[in-house]
């Protein structure tokens, strides 16, 4: 059984920094696409950012952009999540998710493109 484990969360003030991990047990990692999502109070999760299985290729959100980085560790079946130059808006339960190894370019943003999520890791941004 595939287990996704986010941690790194927090509080932190605005325009500070945080690194999120996504280790992944019981199964493939290296193969795979994965993928971060956030929900906001309130709203409903929504595409952050995701890699390919080589980590050659990324994707954002524009509401991202330029202040996220995602990457990954294929021998510690670990993929990351760098966030710099936090916004009060980017406060959300931040989530991780495992998809196949090929995920067309235009669908890493959408969910039901992943097939396991982890349990979500809270970052709270205080103005």
């Known amino acids: 059984q595939v287990q996704l484990l986010e941690s790194g969360g927090g509080l932190v003030q605005a325009g500070g920094s945080l690194r999120l991990s996504c280790g992944v047990s019981?199964?493939?990692?290296?193969?795979?696409?994965m993928g971060w999502f956030r929900q906001a109070p309130g709203k409903e999760r929504e595409f952050a950012a995701a890699?390919?299985?080589?980590?050659?290729?990324?994707y954002y959100a524009d509401s991202v952009k330029g202040r996220f980085t995602v990457s990954r560790d294929n021998a510690k079946n670990t993929m990351y999540l760098q966030m710099n130059n936090l916004k009060p808006e980017d406060t959300a339960v931040y989530y991780c998710?495992?998809?196949?190894?090929?995920?067309?370019?235009?669908?890493?943003?959408?969910?039901?493109?992943?097939?396991?999520w982890g349990q979500g890791t809270q970052v709270t941004v205080s103005s």
């Open positions: 998710a495992q998809g196949p190894t090929f995920i067309s370019g235009s669908n890493y943003d959408t969910e039901r493109e992943y097939d396991y």
């Open positions: 019981g199964g493939a990692f290296r193969t795979n696409a």
């Open positions: 890699i390919t299985w080589s980590g050659g290729r990324t």
